[in-house]
């Protein structure tokens, strides 16, 4: 143990107590001849007794260290603390290990005698906790009057290379039509590379005080943004990514029965492929995206397993942002109504701590816009599906998939984009999802392999338009504590009305550390 370090900082603390002290007693007015300021000076004179108590154990106890040292001294090219930095947990460095897993606890906060512990939550204790040398200041955690905070985020660095142009190289849901006759299209083997770290997220995670007058529920939330805004001040420079909420919402939940208010995930489509994060398969086979609702959940227990009712009302036109007559008003609140959506799901165990989740789902919304289209004005959203989620082998094997119709879809991420024609008047029609296989041969290491398909109806669409969106991939994702590592490959091929398909080979490397 470096006892001079210790010295130095038992002798920057008292300085900085003494200080304080005289500081505080300095700041109470003299000529103020209030009861109330003897009582403050001899509170203070009282801490500070404490105090250099506290302090005078503390040096105490080096001065036995030090006296120790000869017998049993660490090799000084050694760390200062050889713990595993991730925990036994694998949970990110910084976190404030268990009370119980340091010896020396309290050891050196106490008052006259040395071995005796203080009296707990009095002043000499909490700052006692504050200079052990054996515990670390957990400052992921903060406090704000009844409310607790917990901070958590991602560093992550994306490089991706296509062989082929998409409509985008940082958000690509489709590839460029390569027939020469589109003048919308790309040309041939037209490859591109980029990278980035918009997928960099800062979180808070808080949990709220208990609300007697509503019946003492759980009071929980999240708030969490990214870098992924393209739409910021600074325009769409790489090194000037503009911040964008993820999530931001409350939840109260009483039992078996919760409300969520706020913005998260949509109901509907719950589950994810591990591939192309930026745009998770959105318009070429998933469904779902965030936006705010105001949501109700029933999770009682059936049987041997969970039933999960869900509804909830969405902002319509929150993902596609669509005003499609451009009078500054999107067409989803113009119409007056927000999107309905509710999902019904059964979880039932079958290995040890595995379960098979089944779930439907539905959505409905409605867009209105001034002028018409075709003979149209009035544009119904509607999809709905199912999900599910298997474990094949315990935790080693499993497979989750959706499947989908709807139409009208752009706003939930369907139709490879496309809603409604508006040259006929008539709504999109279209149908798709997923499927991925994960396997998990070690703890470090997950393999992934997936297809997904997003189809419009050919019927609703026009010359040019997109008819199908496939997608192959493969992914391996490596974890080494709170660092991982990913490597993607995805064959990727969008079908035009009229014209000849895109096609392309897209590899991505991906690196990032969790806190």
């Known amino acids: 143990m470096d006892t001079t370090w210790w010295r130095a900082r038992t002798r920057v603390a008292s300085c900085i107590i003494v200080a304080l002290a005289v500081i505080a007693g300095a700041a109470t007015p003299a000529r103020a001849q209030d009861a109330d300021s003897d009582a403050r000076i001899r509170d203070l004179e009282r801490k500070h007794e404490e105090l250099m108590q506290v302090l005078e154990a503390q040096q105490r106890r080096i001065d036995e260290l030090e006296a120790d040292r000869g017998a049993d001294s660490p090799d000084p090219s050694g760390p200062r603390d050889d713990r595993d930095p991730t925990g036994a947990d694998g949970e990110a460095a910084g976190t404030a290990p268990d009370a119980e897993a340091s010896p020396d606890r309290r ?60 409509n985008d190289t940082l958000v690509p849901f489709f590839v460029k039509s390569e027939d020469q006759n589109n003048a919308g299209g790309a040309k041939k083997d037209d490859a591109d590379f980029t990278m980035h770290v918009r997928l960099t997220r800062l979180g808070l995670d808080f949990t709220g005080p208990e609300i007697e007058m509503l019946g003492s529920p759980d009071l929980t939330g999240k708030i969490e943004i990214d870098f992924f805004n393209k739409n910021n001040a600074f325009g769409a420079a790489e090194s000037r990514a503009g911040v964008r909420i993820r999530h931001g919402y409350l939840r109260l939940q009483w039992g078996d029965f919760g409300v969520l208010a706020g913005q998260t995930y949509q109901i509907i489509a719950p589950l994810y492929p591990s591939v192309n994060s930026e745009l998770p398969q959105w318009g070429a086979g998933n469904l779902g995206d965030r936006a705010p609702q105001l949501r109700f959940e029933y999770t009682p227990k059936v049987g041997s397993g969970k039933l999960t009712l869900t509804t909830g009302i969405v902002l319509t036109s929150a993902v596609d942002n669509e005003d499609q007559d451009g009078d500054g008003f999107r067409d989803g609140e113009q119409s007056g109504v927000p999107s309905v959506e509710g999902r019904a799901a059964y979880a039932f165990p079958i290995f040890d701590g595995q379960h098979i989740v089944v779930g439907a789902w539905g959505h409905f919304g409605r867009e209105q816009t001034e002028d018409f289209f075709a003979t149209e004005r009035d544009f119904n959203s509607i999809a709905y599906g199912i999900d599910v989620t298997i474990p094949i082998y315990e935790d080693v094997v499993w497979v989750k998939g959706e499947l989908f119709a709807g139409e009208n879809l752009d ?30 041969p070690a703890s470090w290491l997950k393999i992934y392999a997936g297809y997904s398909r997003d189809d419009p109806d050919d019927s609703d669409l026009n010359v040019g338009d997109r008819s199908n969106n496939e997608v192959i991939w493969g992914a391996i994702v490596t974890s080494f504590g709170p660092l991982s590592i990913g490597t993607e490959y995805l064959y990727w091929e969008t079908d035009f009305e009229g014209f000849g398909p895109g096609r392309a080979n897209r590899a991505k490397i991906w690196i990032a550390y969790k806190f």
Do not use: C, H
């Open 411 to 440: 706003d939930v991420r369907g139709g490879i984009l496309q809603g409604a024609n508006l040259v006929t008047g008539d709504e999109i029609r279209s149908r798709g999802g997923f499927v991925e296989l994960g396997v998990k």
């Open 107 to 166: 050891r050196l906060t106490g008052d006259l005698d040395p071995d005796a512990e203080p009296e707990e939550g009095s002043f000499a204790d909490r700052v006692g906790d504050w200079l052990d040398l054996g515990t670390y200041v957990s400052w992921n955690e903060l406090t704000a009057g009844e409310s607790r905070f917990k901070i958590y985020g991602m560093i992550r660095l994306d490089m991706a290379w296509s062989d082929s142009q998409f």
